[in-house]
């Protein structure tokens, strides 16, 4: 049965009001009104019954940030820019509904609940009111990842309740999202299925909201959706973002209220993409031209596109793309698959009697018709990295090449680069080892893998032979992030020169790059270089006037300045975003240390070093701090390791010489 019977075509004569709810991680057969027995999800099965139910909607990318500008733009990823979590920004040249109801007269508002929903990532354009406060908790350093979904609901209830006139309101709901830890009393309700208390919670919150909308509103537009869903297993992925399959790009799509036929059910594939043009139809604003969906009144998409790049970029495989038609899909990366309607791997030729070159020739064709744009790059600093790794995405690099393996062969492996990586920041140096070994085995000369290795000789003080593999790597393909690891191996050993270098080749590769901008001030103004230092600093901070590092950098030119004051305000600021930064530390300390406060600048050089015990400059620093005090024994100990790892360096022989001798004289 087609969408042109299920929708009315009518539109109010009055503007409706627009409610759009995002559901973030809920698969759709998760839901009562979708088929599932154990689901207690009432306030969605009831506005399925009340609205129209799409069985078979698909997001266009199973990330938060991509799928949700999919939805406001009616444009699909490669249109739009955004192809990955944390590596994007939508454009100002993206036009989003916000932005469309606002210029026609529409108040318009978003309460959002989670880090990847921020307002940095350029979501909030065209809301005149945009809630996302993430703040830091009182009783640790880490900073909240999400808001819980009641929160939200108060937020947008308290601030909607004496709105007037037609609004356009989004309310994001991050609940569902790993890690599943219910409250009370759902994770007893739902003991062993705490996804499903997770998404329990979100409907109960969802139906106050309603409650309080509907009563304020009775003649509006309701739509709710999610922006993806998640594996739970299913093709062997336990979360989402590497695979195209049912249980992570199938998503849940109701539409209640004005223009809106009700109790109805369509079978008939349909995107977010498709959200867009529906709505703006339906609120009676004009089309607007280049959306890539349809109006579903009038029938939905005959193909719809979707695509996984998060393999290609944080660990160097090959990306997915796919095309989902009535009869199933076609997946492609290293090899193409048919899969049913179903959501099953079926043989297309015993199925069809037709070679599976037909669809892959559609899916190039429908790849060729979407124009490509590129989206700004995103700024992270460690603060917003430490984020999003902690929702479980691992930040990536939009300049790493595609490799040679499919996500589908190694997607039992992806958990194992996430314990690498974390066994080699928290010092558990045999652990990586041994996780980096069994990556090697099914993913040798992988981009990401060999990237985890460097690391690895890194963090153990090899630095040659992890030069010698960043170098190799770049060699391979030349990509931001290996430059930024090879400059910081020569900042480390007060190679400045080396180190700008490799700055400036980060920021050819990566524009945006803030590390890479604060990078190059530092090598210039401790090369000497102070009007350049000067000319880019103020260049930069015009760029990104509130970043962690880049206000670290500015700490240290105010120092340069005998600033002393600001510098300290400047660099205990980024101090506080990004608490793991020896760099931050350290510029604390000098300030400390100018203002005649030994101890306590000692203290957080100490603390520099410990975060980053191979960083000569803070080793030699300190070592001379010690040394000014009259502690003796301590300096002695501090810079013995360094003469260690440099036998052959002049200037840290002298100064372990004179440590010596001072602890000589002291005895």
Partial sequence: MGVLTLLSACTAPAPPSVLVVTL????????????????????????????????RAYSACPLTIPSHATIFTGVYPPSHGVRDNGDFVLGPEAVTLAERFAAAGWTTAAFTSAFP???????????????????????????????????????????????????????????????????????????????????????????????????????????????????????????????????????????????????????????????????????????????????????????????????????????????????????????????????????????????????????????????????????????????????????????????????????????????????????????????IARLEERMPETWGVALLRAQLLQRQGRFDEAAEAFADLYLRSPSSTVALQLAGLAARQGAWAEALGWYQDALALQPASPEAMAGEVRCLQAEGHRAAAQERAARYLAIYPDHAQLAVMQAEMLLADQRVEEALEQAQWALRRMPGNAWAWSVVAEALWAQGRADPAIEHLTEALRLDPFDLPVRVRLTRCLLEVGRSAEAARTIAPAARLWPEDEAIAALKAEADAALAAAR
């Avoid at 969605?44 to 069985?55: I, K, N, P, V, Y």
């Fill in 24 to 55: 973030d991680t809920t698969r759709a057969d998760h839901i009562g009104a979708y088929g599932y027995r154990p689901a207690t999800t009432p306030t969605l099965d009831r506005l399925a019954a009340e609205g129209t139910r799409f069985a």
């Fill in 117 to 435: 929903t921020q307002a940095r990532w350029g979501l909030e354009q065209g809301f005149a009111t945009y809630h996302d406060p993430l703040e830091r908790l009182p009783t640790q350093l880490d900073w909240r990842d999400e808001r819980r979904a009641d929160e939200v609901v108060d937020d947008a209830l308290a601030t909607l309740a004496d709105a007037e006139g037609p609004l356009f309101v989004w309310v994001h709901l991050f609940d569902a999202h790993w890690p599943y830890d219910p409250p009370p009393p759902y994770d007893v309700e739902h003991e062993g299925r705490p996804y499903d208390g997770e998404i329990a919670f979100a409907d109960a919150q969802l139906g106050r909201l309603l409650a309080a909308w509907d009563a304020a509103r009775p003649r509006s537009l309701v739509v709710v959706t999610a922006d993806h869903g998640e594996g739970l297993g299913d093709g062997g992925e336990r979360t989402h973002g590497f695979l195209l399959h049912d249980g992570t790009i199938r998503v849940p799509l109701i539409l209640r209220g004005e223009g809106v036929a009700a109790g109805q059910v369509v079978e008939d594939p349909v995107g977010h993409v498709d959200i867009a043009p529906t709505v703006l139809a339906i609120a009676g604003l004009p089309p607007a031209e280049g959306l890539q969906g349809q109006d579903l009144r009038t029938g939905g998409s005959e193909a719809l596109y979707a695509e996984a790049l998060t393999g290609q970029f944080n660990l160097g495989l090959a990306p997915l793309h796919a095309i989902t038609e009535p009869a199933g899909r076609y997946t492609e990366g290293r090899w193409g698959a048919w899969y049913s309607a179903h959501g099953d791997r079926v043989s297309w030729l015993a199925e069809t009697g037709r070679p599976l070159d037909a669809e892959a020739a559609r899916l190039a064709a429908l790849r060729a018709s979407l124009e490509e744009v590129s989206a700004p790059a995103a700024a992270l600093d460690p603060a917003a990295l430490q984020q999003l790794q902690a929702l479980g995405y691992i930040g990536g690099d939009v300049t790493a090449e595609a490799g040679d393996i499919d996500p589908r062969d190694v997607i039992d492996l992806i958990p194992l680069t996430w314990m690498a990586r974390q066994a080699i920041g928290e010092g558990h140096l045999p652990e990586a080892q041994a996780t």
